[in-house]
């Protein structure tokens, strides 16, 4: 489903207040519009001066009384579980891309990774605010704030976010292993970003959006939505390079995907969807409808053990992003 023109500069130039209205599934779509332009990442380094926002104008006072009113102790559950996620993996993200802008051997990369690191500590700073203000936990810090939140955290941050942190630390001891790099630019921006975080944004904006419930959070999390196409964008557009390059480098596409395909086919703490109104089925077709679209996008396919792997990947391990 393409967006037209008219919608794609709307987004484009939207500021928070028109963000508050525009749909999440035309958000999701301008994502992969600017996939396959290839932007060099002084276009997206322009994009961020003039898409940056400011979590301190987001008023979460409407969403203090949906939470407690409007929305019931099942959905309240389905939703912590799937949004604890995102408020740990802001965090990470932001701790684990220094090594890849040590690692970027262009000075254009380097800048707009800049950009993408003020975003990433922008929504964990969003996070904070939301369990803060609207969820009501109470903490004396960001670290205290993470800590009360952790009991909603489910494998599938671990086994994604602790093979990003692994890869993380590896590629700062080893930062012209262009082999290793493709490994963690696969998993944190094809994978967490382009996949998991994508799918939770399509997934809870919508809830919000049919329920008109939470309107900082949507006006908040669209925004962050809209900084992802940046990220992803980027993210897909050096694989694709490197790809040119160096075409035996999709070995270790298939690697990384090997690695969190087998831990999201595993839940001992499932997540359910179907309170916020999805069903498992839905929930596997929405996720594996961005990984094939990020992977033609890179123009790779997938070995048939990784299409077999791709088909049992479970919906109650899939979250966080
Ligand atoms: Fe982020
Ligand atoms: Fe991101």
């Not at 093979?163 to 993380?168: E, M, Q, S, V």
């Not at 990020?294 to 966080?320: F, H, I, Q, W, Y």
Request: charged residues 25%; negative net charge; proline residues 3%.
């Amino acid at each position: 489903m393409a967006i037209d023109l008219k919608h794609e500069q709307a987004i484009e130039r939207a500021d928070l207040r028109q963000l508050r209205d525009i749909d999440i599934n035309d958000v999701i779509e301008y994502v992969h519009e600017g996939i396959t332009q290839w932007p060099t990442s002084l276009d997206l380094y322009k994009k961020y001066s003039v898409q940056r926002w400011n979590v301190y104008d987001l008023d979460f006072t409407q969403d203090k009384i949906d939470w407690q009113t409007k929305i019931s102790p099942e959905e309240k559950e389905a939703f912590l579980a799937i949004a604890t996620g995102f408020h740990h993996g802001e965090r990470q993200v932001e701790a684990d891309l220094s090594p890849e802008l040590l690692a970027s051997d262009s000075e254009e990369d380097k800048i707009f990774l800049t950009s993408q690191l003020e975003d990433e500590a922008r929504h964990t700073i969003f996070f904070d605010h939301f369990y803060r203000e609207v969820v009501g936990y109470q903490a004396p810090d960001i670290r205290g704030m993470l800590d009360a939140s952790y009991e909603h955290i489910t494998e599938t941050f671990v086994g994604s976010f602790g093979y990003l942190a692994y890869l993380a630390d590896r590629l700062l001891d080893r930062l012209d292993d262009k082999h290793l790099f493709m490994r963690f630019l696969t998993t944190y921006h094809l994978w967490i970003e382009g996949v998991l975080a994508l799918s939770v944004m399509k997934t809870t904006l919508n809830f919000c959006r049919s329920r008109n419930v939470l309107p900082g959070y949507y006006t908040g999390f669209n925004a962050t939505t809209r900084d992802e196409s940046r990220h992803v964008q980027f993210g897909t557009s050096v694989m694709h390079r490197m790809l040119q390059q160096d075409p035996s480098l999709v070995a270790d596409i298939h690697e990384s995907l090997r690695t969190v395909l087998s831990v999201s086919s595993v839940a001992s703490t499932p997540v359910f969807y179907d309170p916020i109104g999805y069903t498992a089925e839905d929930i596997k077709n929405i996720f594996m409808d961005q990984l094939n679209r990020k992977l033609r996008a890179v123009g790779v396919s997938l070995p048939p053990d990784l299409e077999a792997m791709a088909k049992n990947v479970r919906a109650e391990a899939l979250a966080g992003g």
